[in-house]
């Protein structure tokens, strides 16, 4: 298939300068699901669409990312970021997929989030950190399934964004005290695509931050539980994940990370433990999410401070030369 089509964007350029024409809108149409797509791509979408009228959506996807050879860092297909994409063409007016034939095969869109056992101890703990240490912490993703139903629905229930399961690589944390009770959780997912404040601080261009993205991780959840009244444990417990994140990451994936973000909503909350921890606070976003929606149209959301916290002493290098950004 590939083979054939290799003449593609030739035979099919005169369909995409009347359905793609010059204008300003022009980058953000080829920049879908943190890929810059070619008008050549876009001309293989239209030509496997037209040769493949009897595939499914879901068989579509697959094609599409093998074909692109569309893989996630540990090498799986990304067939469901295929999938967004070509809707999001539809939902342009780009292309026509067919008709869905059943329910998405999703399973973490379907997935019912687990309930908190009614016994589970809420009682208000109010002490000093020294009477909790040493706390454990555990990655839930090695963890047994019970403390990875506990994570969830602690994060579901009780942190103000409430909680799904997150897609493509991530690391979650179940932090415990002393004697083995719940205090803390924190959840590590894929970075914003862009964030003109941060990108500027690393001194990206857009080519080299579409590369490198995958080097840095966004800090999404962080909860400490709603009846823990602590001083300094929430900075504490950033600095206990802080020595080991990079290892973790490095472990689960096969790749490192060299920089940790996070965002952080200034008509809530004041940053207090990232500023005790060290994060740096580089900026503030303009107000937008981490994903225009299908139809293209902008979604606002509120403004928020951004921090950021090197792993490496010599991060900016690393993620500007991403020929040696994969060592260790």
């Known amino acids: 298939m590939a083979g054939s089509l290799g003449k593609i964007g030739k035979d099919f350029s005169g369909l995409w300068s009347l359905v793609l024409p010059l204008s300003p809108a022009m980058d953000e149409i080829l920049i879908l699901q943190g890929r810059r797509v070619s008008t050549g791509e876009l001309a293989q979408v239209a030509q496997l669409l037209s040769e493949h009228p009897d595939w499914s959506r879901y068989r579509l996807s697959r094609e599409l990312a093998l074909l692109w050879n569309w893989r996630s860092a540990s090498g799986q297909l990304k067939d469901m970021a295929a999938r967004t994409l070509l809707l999001k063409l539809e939902k342009r ?63 579901h229930q009780f942190h103000y964004l409430s909680y799904r399961s997150p897609v493509g690589e991530n690391l979650g944390y179940l932090v415990r005290e002393r004697s083995g009770r719940p205090v803390a959780c ?46 300094c444990l929430a900075s504490h417990v950033l600095g206990q994940v802080l020595r080991r994140i990079r290892w973790d990451w490095q472990h689960k994936y096969g790749h490192p990370i060299h920089l ?43 403004i928020k401070d951004i921090y950021l916290y090197p792993l490496h002493s010599r991060f900016v290098e690393r993620l500007r030369d991403l020929q040696n950004s994969s060592n260790p």
Not at 143 to 153: H, I, K, P, V, W
Not at 202 to 224: E, K, P, S, Y
Request: a positive charge.
């Open 93 to 155: 007016g780009l292309v026509h997929l067919p008709l869905r034939r059943c329910a998405s095969p999703n399973r973490m869109r379907h997935k019912q989030m687990p309930s908190l056992d009614p016994s589970f101890n809420q009682e208000t703990l109010q002490t000093q950190l020294s009477s909790l240490l040493p706390l454990q912490l555990q990655e839930v993703s090695c963890a047994q399934a019970s403390d990875r139903a506990l994570f969830e629905s602690l994060l």
């Open 186 to 231: 924190l959840l590590f997912g894929a970075a914003a695509w862009q964030c003109a404040d941060r990108d500027r601080y690393i001194g990206w261009d857009t080519a080299t931050r579409a590369a490198g993205l995958h080097l840095l991780t966004n800090n999404t959840r962080f909860l400490v539980m709603p009846w823990v009244d602590v001083p």
């Open 260 to 302: 940790l973000e996070t965002f952080v909503d200034r008509e809530r909350f004041e940053g207090t433990c990232y500023k005790a921890a060290n994060w740096l606070r580089v900026g503030q976003t303009k107000g937008r999410t981490r994903q225009d929606s299908l139809n293209g149209k902008r979604q606002w959301v509120s």
